[in-house]
C-alpha cells in the first residue's frame, strides 16, 4: 500500500509517497508558506503532484511542528492557534491523518529506523532545541491533552543557566546546538582559541552542526569539550528519563547528533547507564542513532496513514 | 463483588477485604516476615482468615514493595531476588495478581480516591523515598521491563548534593523526608534554633512526618525554610514530569504528605504550574492529596484481583 507523508516545517515543506515496507517512491519539497491559506494550498499541490505519479496512494499523514488535537493544530513556528487543519485540507475521497512531527518521527524510527521491530521507545532530536516523541506499546503516546513529550524543558539543574523559556537549567540550556554555540563563543571571549573562528561565516555568525563535526575532526579541544558536557548533561537526562518510563530503546537523531552523533553517542550512553536505577544490560536497552535521518517524520506520517486506513489503531 | 488486597512492605503486612465500591469490609495488619517461606505462610493465613470471614472472596491481589515482573519478585526492602511469589503462594481456584506497590497505589486512587473519574495520573509518594506508580488510560504503566516510575533518583540539580544512591541532586536527595531531617538538623548544627530539638526522642534521632507537623503548626522557622525549599523542588520536578508525561492529574501521597500537605501542596502546586511548557489551567490539571491514605494500595491491589476476574483486564 502507497500513503502520501508531509512535514510541514517551520522552514520546510516536505512531501513523499511513502511504500508498505517504508521505501520513498516520490519526492518533493518547497519552502513552507506560514499564513493557513497558503499553507493549504501548497498542501493540496503536493498531495495532487503525488496522486499524479501514483494515483493509488490510499491515504495522507500530515506532521506538524506543534501541538496537535483531535481538531486543531496550533503552532509556534508557523504562528497558527487552534487550525482546522484536516477539515480546511478537505481532500475528499483521501484520508488524511495530522500529527504531532516528533510523534510521527518516533513511529517512523519505530516501524522503518533504529527502533524496528520494537514496541517502546523514545525518540529524541537535538537540534535549536530538544524534543521528543514517546511510543508505548506499538503506539503513540500523546498524553491526556496530546502535549506529551515535551522534554526539552526538563529541569537538570534547577541553579543553571537560563534557559529561553525563562527557567534556569533545562536541558535545551545545556545541551541543544543553541547552548552549544552559547558555551563555544564564551569559551572563545573568555581567551581560548579555537577552529571554530574561522569556520563560522561572519556574517550570520551561527555554528552549524557541520562547524562542529568538522571542528571535531580537527580535534578542536573548545569543541570537544563544550560537546563531552553537552553529551554528559544529555546522558543523566536520558537516564532519568527511562528510570520513569522504562523504554526498550532510546533513538537520537536531529541535526546535532547527525553530524556529531559518532562523538556524543559513546558519552550519552555511559552517562545514561550509570544513571539507571535499576541497571537495564546495555544490548537491553539501545541508545542508538535514528536510522532514518530527517526522513523519519516523513516516512513516519506515511506509515501512520496506511496503518490508520488499514484500520489497525496507530 | 469482594477481593483480598494484601500489601506487603518492608515493615508491615497489611491485609483486607474491599467490595465493589473500594469499602474495606474487614482488615488485619502484621509486622512483615522476610524469609520468602515465612512470607508465604503469613499470606496464607492472611488469606484464609479474610475467607472466613468472607468465603465469597473473588481474588487476591498481592502489592509488593519491589520489582515485579510476570514471572517474579525482586525487593530490596525484602531482602528477595527473582521469587516466583505467585507459584510459591500457589492458593489453587483463587487469582492472584501480584502488583507493585506504588502501581496499587495509584490504581486505589484513581479508582476510589484523589483520581477518581480519571484516566491518566501520577500518583507520588514523599516519604523516606519518592516513588510513584503511573496510570496511562485507565491502566498501570509498567514500561517494556516492569521498571516503569523510579522517579526517585530524576536528577533535577545536576550539581547538587550527594544522593544515597550515589548521585547527585536527584530529587529525593532535596525532597524526601530523610533530605528534609538532613537539612533540618543542617541548620540547627549552623546556629538555627528549633522547636525540632525537643520533639525528637534522643534515643532514635529521628524526626517523624508527626514531630515536622507539629513544628509546623507552632510556625518554627527553620521547619518551614526547609519545607517549603522541599515543596519548591517537588514542584519543578512535577513540572517537569507532566511537561514528558501530560497527564490529566497529580496525585501526592505517602507519610510526609499526610502530615505537611496542607503547608506543601500550595507550593508543590504554583511552582508546577510555572513549570509547564504548555500552560494548562489548573483545573485541568488538579495537583491533589490522595485521598485513601494508607490504605491506597490495599485498595488498589483488592481493586485489580476483581478486575482481573471480571476479565476487564488492568
Not at 507523508?5 to 509517497?17: E, S
Not at 546495555?282 to 506520517?301: C, M, Q, R, Y
Request: glycine letters at 14%; aromatic letters at 4%; charged letters at 20%.
Amino acid at each position: 500500500m502507497l500513503a502520501i507523508g508531509i512535514d510541514l516545517g517551520g522552514t520546510n515543506l516536505r512531501w513523499c509517497v511513502v511504500d508498505g515496507s517504508g521505501e520513498i517512491r516520490h519526492r518533493g519539497r518547497r519552502p513552507s508558506p506560514k499564513p493557513v491559506p497558503q499553507v493549504v494550498a501548497a498542501l493540496r499541490e503536493a498531495v495532487a503532484e503525488c496522486r499524479e505519479h501514483f494515483p493509488e496512494v490510499a491515504g495522507v499523514g500530515l506532521a506538524v511542528a506543534g501541538t496537535v488535537t483531535e481538531e486543531s493544530v496550533s503552532s509556534v513556528n508557523l504562528d497558527w492557534q487552534e487550525v482546522p487543519l484536516a477539515r480546511e485540507l478537505a481532500l475528499g475521497d483521501l484520508p488524511v491523518i495530522v500529527e504531532n512531527d516528533m510523534n510521527a518521527g518516533a513511529y517512523g524510527e519505530m516501524r522503518f529506523g533504529g527502533g524496528r521491530g520494537l514496541q517502546n521507545l523514545i525518540f529524541l532530536t537535538v537540534s535549536t532545541g530538544i524534543g521528543a516523541g514517546i511510543i508505548v506499546g506499538g503506539r503513540i503516546y500523546r498524553g491526556a491533552n496530546g502535549l506529551a513529550g515535551e522534554v526539552g524543558h526538563t529541569v537538570v539543574d534547577l541553579n543553571g543557566l537560563l534557559c529561553g523559556c525563562g527557567r534556569r537549567g533545562c536541558i535545551e540550556a545545556l545541551a541543544s546546538r543553541t547552548a552549544i554555540e552559547r558555551d563555544i563563543f564564551g569559551e572563545i571571549r573568555g581567551g581560548r582559541s579555537s577552529v571554530i573562528t574561522g569556520l563560522v561565516d561572519p556574517d550570520s555568525g551561527l555554528i552549524t552542526s557541520g562547524h562542529l563535526a568538522q571542528a571535531l575532526q580537527e580535534q578542536d579541544p573548545v569543541v570537544t569539550d563544550v560537546l563531552e558536557r553537552a553529551a554528559y548533561h544529555l546522558g543523566i537526562f536520558t537516564g532519568s528519563l527511562v528510570n520513569v518510563l522504562d523504554t526498550e530503546c532510546v533513538v537520537y537523531g536531529g541535526g546535532l547528533i547527525e553530524a556529531c552523533g559518532e562523538f556524543m553517542l559513546p558519552i550519552i550512553r555511559e552517562t545514561a547507564y550509570r544513571h539507571l536505577i535499576r541497571p537495564v544490560s546495555p544490548d537491553k536497552l539501545p541508545i542508538l542513532e535514528a536510522a532514518l535521518g530527517d526522513n523519519a517524520t516523513v516516512i513516519g506520517s506515511a506509515m501512520l496513514a496506511s496503518v490508520e486506513r488499514l484500520g489497525n489503531g496507530s
